[in-house]
């Protein structure tokens, strides 16, 4: 199952268009269905998302605004938020790259908010606020990970 197919489910669920969502998420509906069809690097960082938020042990909506809420999100401010919930949790970039199965170098752009993350995370914290659900829940719906999912109920 694609991170995709789990948004089209939750959005399908809540009897929405994806035009509807597209403007509360304030995109354009084909760069939200490019989202759903599973074309976008979503599909990747959706789970690094979900991963660093069990890493450092906080909520996936404070990675992305202080207040978690879609919004209170801005660019370049997850990366910020990211590294002062590593440091606080005193974890090194070394450790969370791993973690990631990134280098150095990647996670260092991840945290600088030079990431695909400035742009996606917010994205998934909006839909989850549509739907209704914790952002993390995308990621791991029926509490397992999209990608061991064939389907879910």
Same mark, same amino acid.
């Not at 939200?32 to 979503?42: F, K, L, R, S, V």
């Not at 042990?57 to 809420?69: D, V």
């Given at each position: ?18 035009? /509807?969502?597209?403007?509360? #998420?304030?995109? %354009?509906?084909? @760069? $939200?269905? !490019? *989202? +759903? =069809?599973?074309?976008? &690097? ?52 070394? /450790?969370?790259?791993?973690? #990631?199965?990134? %280098?150095?170098? @990647? $996670?260092? !752009? *991840? +945290? =600088?908010?030079?990431? &695909? ?37």
């Amino acid at each position: 199952m694609k991170l995709g197919d789990v948004l089209k489910k939750e959005r399908e669920k809540k009897g929405l268009s994806t035009d /509807e969502v597209a403007e509360k #998420l304030a995109i %354009s509906a084909t @760069e $939200y269905a !490019e *989202i +759903e =069809a599973g074309e976008t &690097p979503a599909e990747s960082w959706g789970p690094n998302l979900a991963q660093m938020a069990i890493e450092l042990e906080t909520p996936t909506s404070r990675l992305l605004a202080e207040s978690g809420r879609f919004a209170d999100t801005k660019h370049g401010q997850a990366g910020a938020l990211i590294k002062g919930h590593r440091e606080r949790r005193e974890k090194s970039v070394g /450790e969370m790259a791993e973690a #990631l199965k990134v %280098s150095d170098d @990647e $996670y260092a !752009e *991840i +945290e =600088a908010g030079n990431s &695909p993350v400035e742009k996606y995370g917010p994205l998934f914290l909006g839909f989850a606020e549509v739907i209704e659900q914790p952002v993390f829940n995308l990621f791991y719906p029926c509490g397992l990970p999209f990608q061991e999912l064939d389907d879910y109920p």
